[in-house]
């Protein structure tokens, strides 16, 4: 089976924290994704990336960027926390139509 | 900027009826419309999909419409079960994937 695990099931952060969420998955996929789930609002997508090292914006990158720097992992940063950033965070791999998802992060900014 | 519209956000239905969700598109080069299952706690998974030139698939249970004209299409959901209770996210695809806004189901025995 494929596995997206996700380092942190809930997070609480303090505004302003520098925030990290780390994503593995063990299926060799070149693209990795990370969306962000907010009730009402769906799925929106934050960033994704095609291969190591390499990025793109997705439709809301602002507050955010990530890091890949190898094909297994790709890791969500957001720079200052606030408090607009408390959501669900969901990281992906796998094709764009037929990805596979992990459990999600919860993260809380207050 | 929302390129697919689901309804309705929320549906109660009893066991052993037919749950509707539908949603519609606006982007003609769409090429491909997935339907994700998440339950509470989970990531969303894959639940069934079809592509335009196609008007229906049905997978045990689960069947999605598709109507290119009206650039709409549903997931229908036979003899629906409690552990069916989950959120259902419709999307649509070209070189990215844009979901619909979720439909939280129900299912009461």
């Known amino acids: 089976d494929v596995k997206v695990t996700q380092s942190s099931r809930y997070l609480v952060k303090r505004t302003g924290e520098k925030v990290f969420l780390e994503c593995v998955q063990d299926?060799?996929?070149?693209?990795m994704f990370w969306y962000r789930q907010d009730p009402g609002l769906g799925l929106r997508l934050i960033y994704f990336?095609?291969?190591?090292?390499?990025?793109e914006k997705g439709d809301i990158p602002e507050g955010y960027s990530v890091s890949r720097e190898k094909k297994e992992r790709f890791s969500l940063i957001l720079e200052s926390a606030s408090t607009n950033q408390t959501s669900m965070y969901l990281c992906?791999?796998?094709?764009?139509?037929?990805?596979?998802f992990g459990q999600g992060t919860r993260l809380t900014v207050v | 900027q929302q390129q697919v519209k689901q309804s309705p956000q929320s549906l109660i239905v009893q066991k052993g009826g037919i749950s509707i969700i539908n949603c519609a598109y606006e982007n003609t080069a769409f090429d491909y419309f997935p339907w994700y299952q998440q339950f509470p706690g989970k990531g969303p998974a894959l639940l069934i999909a079809?592509?335009?030139?196609?008007s229906e698939k049905k997978e045990g249970r689960f069947t999605i419409s598709f109507n290119k004209s009206a650039k709409q299409f549903s997931l229908h959901i036979m003899d629906s079960q409690p552990g069916d209770s989950a959120t259902y996210f419709c999307?649509?695809?070209?070189?990215?994937?844009?979901f619909g806004t979720g439909t939280r189901l129900q299912v009461f025995p």
């Open positions: 079809i592509r335009p030139d196609v």
């Open positions: 299926m060799d996929h070149e693209n």
């Open positions: 992906a791999s796998g094709r764009w139509a037929e990805a596979f």
């Open positions: 990336s095609y291969d190591v090292k390499m990025k």
């Open positions: 999307a649509a695809s070209t070189d990215k994937l844009i």
